[in-house]
């Protein structure tokens, strides 16, 4: 850590470059307790020596208002990361609700699924069904015929047959439900609410701070604009919830069910079911082309026709081996 000194002109003039992240965490961790403010106080003579780390401590507490500016200074330092990742991980969760809604693809393999399902349900009560509960996605690759071939090898076989479409890059079209199954939804409303709750310390903590006007203009500042944007990512939040919810709604899926209230199992559901469509369709085989610089026959001719005119012309005469 640096010298008190430093740490208090760096907490007056809340001057980055003296206080690194990792150093105003450790001080903020490390603060004096009651405890040991208590023993500081009722052992505050001349003749006591303190240890080092005691006596840092002891000198940072002696800063004014030095926990308060330590919470704001943390809180400030670790917002824009923290802020971040809940940001980047909604955008993963919002897109992912696009491409599926606005699949063709899955529209296409889904009918197919709904269509052999019948004709393997005809003549019963589910031969005649409108839809499917998506649970079975997963089963589509354990059900074999005697060849060991499996039934969602065959729906893929019959798609591809019949639409004449080249299905081997599918999977670029869904590279936002891959991240959002592997990110946990709730995980972002515990980071939102840790980010509010040190919005909340910090302005508290400002209140508290009576001296030292250049801390207390930037710290005002930042902790303001730190709560616009809290404030923007709660309702991106409240968005995306209400938007994946809905299209888990829309595959039949009720409140009560695990996929609506952990809405990464949906995605999950999905992000599996592409890995197994993805083994089972049916690869383009690559043909080898071979390009040549120069036809070997043109290369020839044009080689014959050049020394048969040098001859004809005297440039170039034939040599009688004896």
Not at 101 to 119: E, M, P, Q
Not at 250 to 255: A, D, P, T
Not at 292 to 308: A, Q
Request: glycine residues 4%; hydrophobic residues 35%; contains cysteine.
């Amino acid at each position: 850590l640096p010298p008190i000194s430093q740490v208090a002109e760096a907490l007056s003039t809340m001057n980055n470059s003296s206080l690194t992240p990792s150093n105003n965490e450790s001080m903020k961790r490390e603060f004096i307790t009651e405890e040991e403010l208590n023993e500081y106080k009722n052992n505050n003579d001349t003749n006591v020596v303190w240890d080092i780390g005691e006596a840092y401590l002891i000198g940072l507490y002696n800063i004014p208002f030095s926990k308060q500016k330590l919470a704001i200074w943390n809180f400030v330092l670790s917002f824009g990361e923290l802020n971040s990742i809940v940001n980047k991980v909604l955008g993963f969760y919002g897109k992912a609700c696009e491409e599926i809604k606005n699949s063709d693809f899955i529209k296409t393999i889904f009918s197919y699924i709904l269509t052999v399902g019948n004709i393997m349900n005809g003549g019963s009560n589910q031969g005649q069904a409108d839809g499917f509960n998506l649970d079975i996605l997963p089963k589509l690759s354990s059900i074999k015929d005697n060849r060991n071939k499996t039934l969602l090898q065959y729906i893929c076989t019959t798609m591809k047959e019949q639409t004449g479409r080249d299905y081997t890059n599918f999977k670029r079209n869904f590279e936002n439900v891959k991240e959002a199954a592997m990110n946990i939804f709730n995980e972002s409303q515990t980071i939102l609410n840790t980010i509010k709750k040190g919005a909340k310390e910090a302005s508290t903590a400002i209140t508290a701070i009576t001296i030292d006007y250049v801390f207390m203009k930037r710290a005002k500042d930042l902790v303001n604009k730190a709560n616009t944007e809290i404030d923007k990512t709660a309702k991106k939040f409240e968005e995306v919830e209400k938007n994946c919810q809905a299209l888990i709604k829309n595959f039949g899926y009720e409140e009560k069910d695990a996929k609506y209230n952990k809405i990464e199992e949906f995605f999950k559901l999905f992000n599996n079911f592409f890995e197994d469509v993805d083994r089972a369709m049916p690869k383009e085989e690559l043909k080898k082309v071979y390009n040549r610089k120069h036809e070997v026959g043109t290369k020839i001719d044009e080689c014959r026709s050049s020394l048969m005119n040098e001859l004809k012309s005297g440039k170039v005469q034939l040599k009688k081996k004896v």
